[in-house]
Structures are given as C-alpha cells and as structure tokens.
C-alpha cells in the first residue's frame, strides 16, 4: 500500500468520525483576488430571459465602492430598493444614481425587530484608504480585523441607527416579489439570509458575502438554503444562491 493509500484511507477515517459526530470536514480553498463575476453572468442571462427585474441591496454603501450592483443597475435599468444606515453614505448614494429610475432608498440597517442599535464605523473624516469609510459592524470588534492597530480607538465611533425587518421594509416599498437580494453587511449577511428564508420572501437570486462569517455560519445558511430549493455557488469572498426553478 502506498502513501497515497495511506492518506486516502486516513483521511476518509477522518471524516467518517467527524460525520458520526455530527460535523464535517471541509478543504479549506484560498479565496482568489479577481473571482470570476457569476452574479453579473446569471443577472445578463436573466434580464434577457425575463426583461428588467427588481432587487433588493442590504449594505449598499454609496453606491460606487466595490459595489456589484451599480453597473448591473445602470446596464440593464433595474429597479429595485437600496438600503444604507450611514448617513453620510445614504446621502452620497443617492447623490450618485442621481435622476437613474426605478430606485427607492432607505436609510436604515436589518435586525429581527423594530428598534435602535449601535453600530461601529471608521469616521467619515479619517485619514484611511477610501475603502475603510465604508467599514461598519454592530460588533465592536469586527474592525480589529483590518489590522488598524492603536489608531482604532481615535478614527471609529459608534452611530445609532434605526433597525427594520426585511418582511416590513419590503412591504412599505410595495417590493414583497422581487427577483434578487444582494447583501454586503461586513457579518451579519447569513443572518439576514435567514430572516428572509425564515419570512418566506425566496426571490429567484440571494448574493451574500460568507467572509465574514464563522465556519459554522456559512454551513448552517447553505443548509437552510438548501431546504429552501437554492442551489449555490462560492466566488471569491461572495456566495450566490438561485432557487431550483429559477
């Protein structure tokens, strides 16, 4: 028996005791820097099969950093509901789809309840790479991981925001059938996923970034996908999910 064998074997042994056990073992896959853009090949497929069709953006930010929907938006004339609970941001999205129809905007941030909450952002005025202004977590310490150091404790501040359902905000917009939901929350993304599941709101496409959640997170939202007819597929640090009959 060689090696190979040997390693085979072992690691089947492995991971049958994992599964006896109630877990599993997964290869762990280095993200890549330039993934391929699946969710902008599945919406051109899509607006070309069915004509324009309508989203929903959790954490749109202003609407031009690293932002997947802006050219989805201004290619194909979606309309759809943006939802951001920066003001400062809010207000520089609107600013940069200008007179673009077909969008709402909510300044605001998903929970599983009507209320308040604190939430942690690097000031707008700090002198850090465009892209950390639109760093923003409820959790405290998620900015730890960008490595700020001692400067953190003067360039982030906490901002109450006001916090909505996913079922209420899409029923005030008149937005309750829409086709896809893009989320970028910097951590709360399998959440939201699960709110909306968990409301029996199942549009055709969910996009969510997994890089900020636990191991244990991204498995039980692809379960709860799963139960739910999605089928998905990782690219970079983003998950898409699209429902069987999609």
């Known amino acids: 028996m060689g090696w190979r064998d040997i390693a085979s074997r072992l690691r089947d042994g492995v991971r049958s005791a994992a599964r006896n ?4 073992v997964i290869r762990y896959v280095e993200q890549p820097q330039r993934p391929f853009d699946v969710l902008g090949l599945v919406m051109s497929q899509r607006v070309a099969a ?9 954490g749109a930010n202003d609407g031009m950093m690293d932002d997947p929907m802006r050219n989805l938006i201004l290619q194909h004339g979606l309309t759809g509901l943006l939802v951001e609970p920066l003001p400062d941001l809010f207000a520089r999205r609107r600013a940069n789809y200008g007179s673009q129809a077909g969008l709402s905007f909510e300044q605001c941030a998903i929970g599983d309840a009507e209320g308040e909450a604190t939430i942690y952002r690097v000031r ?3 002198d850090v790479p465009d892209w950390l202004h639109g760093v923003a977590s409820f959790n405290p310490r998620h900015i730890d991981r960008f490595n700020l150091g001692k400067r953190a404790t003067d360039i982030v ?3 109450t925001v006001r916090i909505t359902t996913l079922p209420t905000l899409v029923k005030t917009h008149g937005m309750e059938n829409f086709d896809l939901l893009q989320i970028d929350t910097e951590g709360m993304d399998c ?7 968990e409301a029996n709101l199942r549009p055709a496409i969910i996009h969510y970034e997994h890089c900020h959640a636990s191991p244990e997170e991204r498995a ?5 996908l799963a139960g739910a007819g999605y089928r998905f597929i990782d690219a970079g640090t ?9």
């Open 21 to 24: 056990a109630g877990y599993d």
């Open 50 to 58: 069915k004509g324009p069709l309508r989203f929903v953006q959790i």
């Open 124 to 126: 707008a005025d700090a």
């Open 157 to 159: 501040e906490p901002v």
């Open 191 to 197: 959440r939201i996923v699960s709110w909306a599941i």
């Open 220 to 224: 039980e939202c692809k379960t709860l």
């Open 238 to 246: 983003n998950t898409l999910a699209m429902r069987d009959d999609a």
